[in-house]
């Protein structure tokens, strides 16, 4: 399939292949296409963790101290948590495809990022698949009692709140393919890059 | 890094490289090993989706009708659910695994097998993790009420279902690495083998 100078590919494992001139300017240019993809995923996942964690904060403002507040369920504890840890992890990993943009290089050594980003990714997509899954599972189990009969707005934030949370499992889900296609391309080329 | 008769891995996309024939017998062990690998973990996932999926049903074997049952719960209706797909999924896929092991050849042309078996594999891993958390969600609910002190048998029989579950998504999750594995192999090689 992808015949064109293995021997380059083969003998410089960290290198864009640089010969011939046009082949090079081709790949490059798809290689920036391929990471501004990636930034554009992690900006998506970070908007919506972090909106998806303000919006499950929020519900507590009612300063009357019956209404229910998040603290008080294990499982939206658990959402709020798990968008806390998504959303600084995505800011991490905006940084650090910006750096890779600009700098055309990788912020720690090229093995250690692929494989950081890549196992990152999957637990925190699973992390926070299962923590809103969690939340869906008790907010279902909310709507079935008095609590949102009474408390009608605290019902409609969470689930607000679990639906961002979905839309950033969503994007974090796509990072992590384009993660993962990364690590299989080091492992196979030793080089991230598969152009 | 893998500078070994790079013409060959390029010109003939859907072989295993045949020569040398040292290198042929040593990719072709290894790659028996690879897929023996799969079938263990598709074998493990589907013991433990199987069971986690009687257990679950085994909860409603009381005839006392007052009694709880899985089915009157939304959670524990998806838990049944996704380990009853799982299970099924594992089958054929074992089903797959060892035609390929015998004959050498994918049951369905290759590049549909790679992308069905990494696809499935993702999928069904997040169903069975966003089932089984769900199902979590809604034990601790349980717990929390009258439901699990009047029947603790069925609270503790939905536990070890849903924990069986967890087993099956991690086995699961194993096998979509291996998968994924294989298609990268096969977008960047042009064949499902890395060796």
Same mark, same amino acid.
């Given at each position: 399939?992808?015949?064109?100078?293995?021997?380059?590919?083969?003998?410089?494992?960290?290198?864009?292949?640089?010969?011939?001139?046009?082949?090079?300017?081709?790949?490059?240019?798809?290689?920036?296409?391929?990471?501004?993809?990636?930034?554009?995923?992690?900006?998506?996942?970070?908007?919506?963790?972090?909106?998806?964690?303000?919006?499950?904060?929020?519900?507590?403002? #009612?300063?009357?101290?019956?209404?229910? %507040?998040?603290?008080?369920? &294990?499982?939206?504890?658990?959402?709020?948590?798990?968008?806390?840890?998504?959303?600084?992890?995505?800011?991490?990993?905006?940084?650090?495809?910006?750096?890779?943009?600009?700098?055309?290089?990788?912020?720690? @050594?090229?093995?250690?990022?692929?494989?950081? #980003?890549? @196992?990152? &990714?999957?637990?925190?997509?699973?992390?926070?698949?299962?923590? #809103?899954?969690?939340?869906?599972?008790?907010? %279902?189990?909310?709507?079935?009692? &008095?609590?949102?009969?009474?408390?009608?707005?605290?019902?409609?934030?969470?689930?607000?709140?679990?639906?961002?949370?979905?839309?950033?499992?969503?994007?974090?889900?796509? @990072?992590?393919?384009?993660?993962?296609? %990364?690590?299989?391309?080091?492992?196979?080329?030793?080089?991230?890059?598969?152009?």
């Amino acid at each position: 399939m992808r015949s064109a100078h293995p021997q380059n590919g083969g003998e410089t494992p960290y290198q864009i292949p640089t010969h011939p001139n046009f082949q090079s300017t081709v790949s490059l240019r798809k290689l920036r296409r391929f990471n501004y993809l990636i930034l554009i995923f992690r900006v998506a996942t970070f908007s919506s963790s972090l909106a998806s964690f303000v919006f499950m904060l929020t519900t507590s403002r #009612d300063s009357d101290p019956s209404s229910p %507040r998040w603290y008080h369920f &294990d499982a939206f504890r658990l959402v709020v948590g798990a968008n806390a840890i998504v959303a600084i992890y995505s800011l991490f990993e905006m940084v650090a495809s910006v750096w890779e943009i600009s700098r055309g290089s990788t912020l720690f @050594s090229e093995v250690l990022q692929v494989w950081f #980003d890549f @196992s990152h &990714d999957q637990v925190f997509a699973y992390l926070l698949l299962s923590a #809103d899954s969690a939340g869906t599972a008790l907010a %279902r189990v909310l709507k079935g009692m &008095d609590t949102c009969t009474a408390w009608s707005a605290f019902c409609i934030e969470t689930d607000i709140s679990i639906a961002l949370g979905f839309v950033g499992f969503l994007f974090l889900g796509f @990072s992590s393919v384009l993660s993962g296609f %990364r690590v299989a391309c080091f492992v196979i080329k030793g080089s991230r890059f598969h152009l």
